[in-house]
């Protein structure tokens, strides 16, 4: 157990890179990041992002895609479509962009309120046309569900319903997941979250990532740090999918997993006594 499930997974890992939503909308359209309160350039995460997938020899290469139908809930001109709780500290007449409203369930949902972006099929969904597509490289949709927003591209924001990319991972035996794109502090950061919390040892690249607000993007990697994943740059990256540089924190964070299946399994063991 000790040999198959720790150390052949430290000295052997097997890598995903996961390029979040590097979407046009993002970068130059309706919901341009540059218009907020970081003022980041969506776009500069491309050329890391890029030289990574050519000089990297990652196992795995997945693309997010944000992937709205037209009566989705976050955008902020289908306010009307939907009947606020009484909960909501904000009414529809006062409710601005970026603003966080709740709407009647069930189930209840705290919904923060988005320019119209990524709407399914048309240019300011698709994938920035500089960024390098591999031929072996998976697209995952998410935001689907019109109903309920979807930042992390595991599971929608109220965990009623995961994305392909959970069972993607695991038919590939993946081990190690590295995570960039836009928005550092929103999709992205929610996903690297979702990662460690499902098991993998989760790698953020901070160079390859541009965020909305810079309070946020700390809280971001303080919350990666504290769950046992690994804040690293660009450069750092081929030496950890190659084997040579081996990071304690992400061992670390593997034997937690593996003691806490084991303590799982022990009280399964016991309810079945």
Not at 72 to 78: A, K, L, T
Request: contains cysteine; aromatic residues 8%; glycine residues 6%.
């Amino acid at each position: 157990m000790c040999w198959n499930r720790w150390i052949k997974v430290c000295t052997r890992p097997k890598s995903a890179f996961l390029v979040v939503d590097v979407q046009n909308d993002f970068i130059s359209g309706s919901l341009n990041i540059k218009k907020c309160a970081a003022r980041h350039d969506g776009s500069e995460v491309i050329e890391p992002i890029n030289k990574l997938l050519d000089s990297v020899p990652f196992d795995n290469v997945f693309y997010s895609l944000d992937w709205h139908p037209d009566d989705h809930v976050s955008f902020i001109d289908n306010l009307n479509l939907r009947e606020l709780d009484e909960s909501s500290g904000i009414t529809k007449e006062e409710a601005r962009v970026y603003d966080t409203v709740t709407f009647k369930g069930p189930p209840i949902l705290k919904q923060r309120l988005w320019p119209r972006h990524c709407v399914q099929d048309s240019w300011g969904a698709e994938l920035h046309r500089d960024l390098k597509i591999v031929e072996h490289g998976v697209k995952v949709y998410k935001g689907t569900n019109p109903e309920v927003d979807s930042y992390s591209v595991f599971w929608d924001n109220k965990k009623l319903s995961e994305t392909s990319l959970s069972s993607q991972l695991q038919e590939r035996g993946v081990t190690d997941i590295y995570v960039c794109g836009v928005a550092y502090d929103v999709c992205v950061g929610a996903t690297a979250i979702d990662a460690l919390a499902s098991g993998y040892r989760t790698i953020l690249i901070d160079d390859a990532c541009r965020g909305v607000d810079l309070v946020d993007i700390e809280k971001t990697k303080a919350n990666v740090i504290g769950s046992h994943g690994v804040i690293v740059t660009s450069g750092q990256v081929k030496a950890m999918v190659e084997g040579r540089d081996r990071r304690p924190e992400l061992g670390y964070k593997l034997a937690m997993e593996i003691n806490k299946g084991k303590i799982y399994t022990k009280q399964s063991k016991q309810s079945e006594d």
